[in-house]
């Protein structure tokens, strides 16, 4: 077989012909390669395929492939190996196609088999974006990771382990609803001042320490019982805790502290998870507190056997230090992980450099952050556009015919617009402008689903018949609808349960012992714990949906709302008739998925995403959704910076840039609330794609009277050569000093004068800030002009009577409320429901 191989074979082994001496093969020209091609060749001469060695090419090859069209940064992030990994991710960097190829990477290299990684996010929206990207890299393995959000993590352990932590593997999740539901009874029954200590104020406290990983017993033991608000929080807190256990149920904070608290106290178990998840990825580490911080570290452990660690984030994105993140725990994570390698992602692939260099020199004030500066190959683009209006009707005013020279130059849509506040009472005199030239818009936020009464109730009942013990739950529906178990009989049910320290629904059970029960409510007691034990025996029988309609039918809920005359009531049918819908599709998604499993992801769903600033705390999947929908409908997008977050848009209107607006008045004395402040200013700044606007007011009215207001430092911290200002105001402040150093790091709203030089050529005027005195200051002419006027007649509609609106089109009146200049009309167009303020709405009759 050899022979055939040789193409010196035919050649004498002892010499050539005529005793030529033998030439070095080396210098013999290489046969002709047709002559001995593989494939002319006998198949059976060949060798062998290896399966081993085509499994590892084809592995090799689609590694490589997950490699392709990465810039240097990103490529090293991917492949990297060995050492804790710190990837620092610009916005608009790519931070999750990073995340979800290396992940893929590391499976497609055998560094990791798909059920040894575990990988973390923030939101549900996150998470399943990822689970998308992953899956289309890989596969179905996709669908087997452990890739959801911190709280889904830990309910997925917690209810493996239940017993450890002294709870049955059916425990409620109480949302923060049930939470400040439980703290309330809980403070009633101490009778407590309501004044002094206020319940929510109690619960968010207890929240705070939970995050921070102290439980009562250690908050008891460091409480200033002097005082009354910590004394009562302290007593709250005990009271709180002992009613979760009793109820076997646990609220979103307790999640992650008593799975840490687990993993401390059973180093065994915490092991074992340790060995299942060689591999951990956090994403958004910037937003992580202390309890997610110390899960992060009990599941990676220590020493040679910990597992690799992989976090991303970007510090100058941290914007939620009032609700606990730490920024510490990624400025400091090479303090925490001397070995850790660091890979700055700096290449932007969302906005014009324009807009990054705008960012860069505002972020560039803040104290003691590592340095990174974003750049992009796409190009300098347009200008940013300033605006400094007389008052905050002017400046909507200003935005609003701005947003129509866009859309009118083809350009852009309405959707492809957003305009941002700090806070959400700023949104009202751009609705007011929006309506009055009849620019459709959508407010994203307003009441989320799962907060609307009917929709908890409905839940509450499930929740009852998945944990009876869950006393909050069940104490919610004792008398909805009205069953005549009025509050004096819960009160003598409530101390039965008490005195012989037992769940309400086991005193209900022996309602007959309650002290002072009458007749006719002890009938209705036992009535409706017949009705939920029939509803426990459908519930057993069959699926999420059947339990749901069970509920709505047989309690008489539902039908109670159709004999309403409420024309409220109509919506809240419409409401449980989506909660079914949810179901329904929750069924057809999950086909293994039980009653429990279902009011497990509506709990996550519920508060993980909860969004600070946005109206009633919409959550992150209701802003997608809504964004979603703007950007469908082709209408402008308002919403607060906090809601921005991991959003971007093509133009972006960032308003109220003043001091004591934006940067808030309460960052004025603080370095540490003012750094936090001009990362939100990042944030905004970073979400415009292509076009950004920054505008003020010079006087705004808040709380009844009009004020002066400075501009924002955040403006004069852009350089002036990247704005072209459409109206200058009095003076431009000058960029001041970082917000640690003391230096002209605030300004005062009465009182100041600012140096500098003023906002261009073409100033106008150039007032001295000290002439002026909010106490005092009346609106001026311009602000008088420039307000808002009504109609001169509002149009009068009923229900029933059909109109047409400029934007919306054709639709019918379905609702009328308020009178005179404030009445509102529900009207039904094709293009969805809509709450119009009749003084406004260019609105017409249709005959």
Same mark, same amino acid.
């Given at each position: 077989?050899?022979?055939?191989?040789?193409?010196?074979?035919?050649?004498?082994?002892?010499?050539?012909?005529?005793?030529?001496?033998?030439?070095?093969?080396?210098?013999?020209?290489?046969?002709?390669?047709?002559?001995?091609?593989?494939?002319?060749?006998?198949?059976?001469?060949?060798?062998?395929?290896?399966? /081993?060695?085509?499994?590892?090419?084809?592995?090799?090859?689609?590694?490589?492939?997950?490699?392709?069209?990465?810039?240097?940064?990103?490529?090293?992030? $991917?492949?990297?190996?060995?050492?804790?990994?710190?990837?620092?991710?610009?916005?608009?960097?790519?931070?999750?196609?990073?995340?979800?190829?290396?992940?893929?990477?590391?499976?497609?290299?055998?560094?990791?088999?798909?059920?040894?990684?575990?990988?973390?996010?923030?939101?549900?929206?996150?998470?399943?974006?990822?689970?998308?990207?992953?899956?289309?890299?890989?596969?179905?393995?996709?669908?087997?990771?452990?890739?959801?959000?911190?709280?889904?993590?830990?309910?997925?352990?917690?209810?493996?382990?239940?017993?450890?932590?002294?709870?049955?593997?059916?425990?409620?999740?109480?949302?923060?609803?049930?939470?400040?539901?439980?703290?309330?009874?809980?403070?009633?029954?101490?009778?407590?001042?309501?004044?002094?200590?206020?319940?929510?104020?109690?619960?968010?406290?207890?929240?705070?320490?939970?995050?921070?990983?102290?439980?009562?017993?250690?908050?008891?033991?460091?409480?200033?019982?002097?005082?009354?608000?910590?004394?009562?929080?302290?007593?709250?807190?005990?009271?709180?805790?002992?009613?979760?256990?009793?109820?076997?149920?646990?609220?979103?904070?307790?999640?992650?502290?008593?799975?840490?608290?687990?993993?401390?106290?059973?180093?065994?178990?915490?092991?074992?998870?340790?060995?299942?998840?060689?591999?951990?990825?956090?994403?958004?580490?910037?937003?992580?507190?202390?309890?997610?911080?110390?899960?992060?570290?009990?599941?990676?452990?220590?020493?040679?056997?910990?597992?690799?660690?992989?976090? $991303?984030?970007?510090?100058?994105?941290?914007?939620?230090?009032?609700?606990?993140?730490?920024?510490?725990?990624?400025?400091?994570?090479?303090?925490?992980?001397?070995?850790?390698?660091?890979?700055?992602?700096?290449?932007?692939?969302?906005?014009?450099?324009?807009?990054?260099?705008?960012?860069?020199?505002?972020?560039?004030?803040?104290?003691?952050?590592?340095?990174?500066?974003?750049?992009?190959?796409?190009?300098?683009?347009?200008?940013? @556009? +300033?605006?400094?209006?007389?008052?905050?009707?002017?400046?909507?005013?200003?935005?609003?015919?701005?947003?129509?020279?866009?859309?009118?130059?083809?350009?852009?849509?309405?959707?492809?617009?957003?305009?941002?506040?700090?806070?959400?009472?700023?949104?009202?005199?751009?609705?007011?402008?929006?309506?009055?030239?009849?620019?459709?818009?959508?407010?994203?936020?307003?009441?989320?689903?799962?907060?609307?009464?009917?929709?908890?109730?409905?839940?509450?009942?499930?929740?009852?018949?998945?944990?009876?013990?869950?006393?909050?739950?069940?104490?919610?529906?004792?008398?909805?609808?009205?069953?005549?178990?009025?509050?004096?009989?819960?009160?003598?049910? /409530?101390?039965?349960?008490?005195?012989?320290?037992?769940?309400?629904?086991?005193?209900?059970?022996?309602?007959?012992?309650?002290?002072?029960?009458?007749?006719?409510?002890?009938?209705?007691?036992?009535?409706?714990?017949?009705?939920?034990?029939?509803?426990?025996?459908?519930?057993?029988?069959?699926?999420?949906?059947?339990?749901?309609?069970?509920?709505?039918?047989?309690?008489?809920?539902?039908?109670?709302?159709?004999?309403?005359?409420?024309?409220?009531?109509?919506?809240?049918?419409?409401?449980?008739?989506?909660?079914?819908?949810?179901?329904?599709?929750?069924?057809?998604?999950?086909?293994?998925?039980?009653?429990?499993?279902?009011?497990?992801?509506?709990?996550?769903?519920?508060?993980?995403?909860?969004?600070?600033?946005?109206?009633?705390?919409?959550?992150?999947?209701?802003?997608?959704?809504?964004?979603?929908?703007?950007?469908?409908?082709?209408?402008?997008?308002?919403?607060?910076?906090?809601?921005?977050?991991?959003?971007?848009?093509?133009?972006?209107?960032?308003?109220?840039?003043?001091?004591?607006?934006?940067?808030?008045?309460?960052?004025?004395?603080?370095?540490?609330?003012? /750094?936090?402040?001009?990362?939100?200013?990042?944030?905004?700044?970073?979400?415009?794609?292509?076009?950004?606007?920054?505008?003020?007011?010079?006087?705004?009215?808040?709380?009844?009277?009009?004020?002066?207001?400075?501009?924002?430092?955040? @403006?004069?911290?852009?350089?002036?050569?990247?704005?072209?200002?459409?109206?200058?105001?009095?003076?431009?402040?000058?960029?001041?000093?970082?917000?640690?150093?003391?230096?002209?790091?605030?300004?005062?709203?009465?009182?100041?004068?600012? +140096?500098?030089?003023?906002?261009?050529?073409?100033?106008?005027?150039?007032?001295?800030?000290?002439?002026?005195?909010?106490?005092?200051?009346?609106?001026?002419?311009?602000?008088?002009?420039?307000?808002?006027?009504?109609?001169?007649?509002?149009?009068?509609?009923?229900?029933?009577?059909?109109?047409?609106?400029?934007?919306?089109?054709?639709?019918?009146?379905?609702?009328?409320?308020?009178?005179?200049?404030?009445?509102?009309?529900?009207?039904?167009?094709?293009?969805?429901?809509?709450?119009?303020?009749?003084?406004?709405?260019?609105?017409?009759?249709?005959?």
């Amino acid at each position: 077989m050899d022979m055939l191989f040789d193409p010196y074979a035919h050649l004498p082994k002892s010499g050539l012909p005529g005793g030529a001496e033998e030439p070095d093969r080396d210098e013999l020209p290489p046969p002709p390669e047709e002559e001995y091609a593989p494939e002319d060749l006998p198949a059976s001469w060949l060798p062998a395929s290896d399966p /081993a060695d085509d499994a590892r090419r084809e592995a090799e090859a689609q590694a490589a492939h997950l490699l392709e069209g990465l810039n240097p940064e990103q490529l090293e992030a $991917v492949t990297h190996g060995g050492a804790p990994l710190l990837i620092v991710a610009g916005a608009g960097s790519g931070k999750t196609r990073v995340l979800s190829h290396r992940i893929a990477y590391l499976i497609a290299t055998h560094r990791a088999h798909h059920g040894e990684i575990l990988a973390i996010t923030f939101t549900n929206k996150a998470a399943a974006e990822m689970r998308e990207r992953i899956e289309a890299l890989v596969g179905e393995r996709a669908k087997r990771m452990w890739i959801s959000t911190f709280h889904s993590s830990c309910v997925r352990i917690l209810r493996r382990e239940a017993s450890s932590v002294g709870l049955n593997s059916n425990f409620s999740i109480y949302d923060s609803a049930d939470s400040l539901r439980l703290i309330t009874l809980v403070h009633k029954g101490l009778e407590l001042d309501p004044k002094k200590v206020p319940p929510k104020a109690v619960q968010h406290k207890i929240s705070s320490l939970k995050n921070e990983l102290i439980d009562a017993d250690d908050f008891a033991a460091r409480a200033n019982l002097k005082d009354p608000f910590e004394a009562g929080v302290s007593e709250v807190y005990k009271g709180y805790t002992q009613r979760l256990r009793q109820a076997n149920a646990m609220d979103f904070d307790d999640l992650i502290a008593e799975t840490v608290y687990m993993f401390r106290a059973f180093p065994a178990l915490a092991e074992t998870y340790r060995r299942r998840f060689r591999h951990v990825l956090v994403d958004e580490y910037q937003d992580t507190n202390h309890a997610q911080y110390s899960l992060v570290r009990e599941i990676v452990g220590e020493g040679p056997e910990s597992s690799e660690l992989t976090v $991303v984030g970007d510090s100058d994105q941290s914007i939620y230090a009032f609700r606990g993140a730490d920024i510490r725990n990624i400025v400091e994570f090479e303090k925490d992980y001397p070995n850790a390698r660091t890979i700055k992602l700096e290449q932007n692939y969302r906005s014009t450099q324009t807009i990054l260099s705008a960012a860069n020199a505002v972020i560039s004030r803040n104290p003691n952050r590592p340095e990174k500066r974003l750049w992009t190959a796409e190009g300098d683009g347009e200008k940013i @556009i +300033g605006y400094a209006a007389e008052n905050e009707h002017e400046e909507a005013r200003f935005i609003a015919g701005e947003i129509d020279r866009l859309t009118d130059s083809g350009e852009f849509r309405p959707g492809d617009v957003a305009v941002f506040y700090r806070t959400n009472a700023q949104s009202r005199s751009l609705e007011e402008i929006l309506m009055r030239v009849g620019l459709p818009y959508k407010v994203v936020g307003g009441t989320r689903f799962y907060e609307r009464k009917e929709i908890k109730d409905a839940l509450a009942y499930l929740r009852v018949l998945v944990n009876p013990d869950d006393d909050v739950n069940l104490r919610r529906v004792l008398n909805e609808p009205k069953r005549g178990i009025g509050e004096r009989a819960e009160g003598t049910i /409530a101390a039965l349960a008490e005195r012989d320290r037992t769940s309400f629904m086991a005193a209900m059970r022996r309602a007959d012992e309650a002290p002072g029960i009458a007749t006719r409510s002890l009938n209705s007691v036992k009535g409706f714990v017949k009705l939920l034990d029939d509803l426990a025996g459908v519930a057993e029988g069959s699926g999420a949906a059947e339990s749901l309609e069970a509920v709505l039918e047989q309690t008489g809920y539902l039908a109670g709302l159709r004999s309403s005359t409420d024309p409220q009531d109509e919506s809240r049918v419409e409401n449980l008739a989506e909660l079914v819908a949810v179901v329904r599709e929750y069924e057809r998604e999950n086909p293994e998925g039980t009653l429990q499993t279902f009011l497990e992801q509506v709990s996550l769903v519920a508060d993980a995403d909860q969004i600070p600033d946005a109206p009633e705390g919409a959550s992150q999947a209701e802003v997608d959704a809504a964004v979603a929908e703007a950007k469908q409908q082709g209408v402008v997008t308002l919403m607060t910076l906090h809601t921005a977050k991991g959003l971007e848009f093509p133009v972006v209107f960032l308003t109220g840039m003043e001091h004591g607006v934006f940067p808030h008045r309460r960052s004025a004395t603080d370095p540490e609330e003012l /750094a936090e402040e001009r990362r939100l200013a990042y944030v905004g700044l970073t979400r415009a794609r292509k076009r950004l606007y920054l505008t003020r007011s010079e006087v705004r009215s808040l709380w009844g009277q009009s004020e002066y207001y400075p501009a924002s430092q955040f @403006i004069g911290e852009v350089p002036a050569e990247l704005i072209d200002w459409k109206r200058e105001g009095t003076k431009r402040p000058p960029a001041v000093g970082t917000a640690g150093d003391g230096t002209n790091s605030r300004y005062d709203r009465v009182g100041s004068r600012f +140096g500098g030089s003023s906002w261009g050529a073409g100033t106008s005027r150039n007032t001295s800030f000290s002439s002026i005195s909010p106490a005092s200051s009346a609106p001026s002419a311009a602000e008088k002009k420039g307000r808002v006027q009504p109609q001169k007649e509002v149009i009068s509609v009923v229900v029933g009577d059909k109109v047409n609106h400029t934007a919306f089109g054709n639709g019918t009146v379905i609702g009328v409320e308020g009178a005179g200049d404030k009445t509102v009309a529900k009207v039904s167009f094709d293009i969805g429901e809509k709450r119009l303020l009749l003084r406004y709405a260019p609105l017409t009759k249709v005959s």
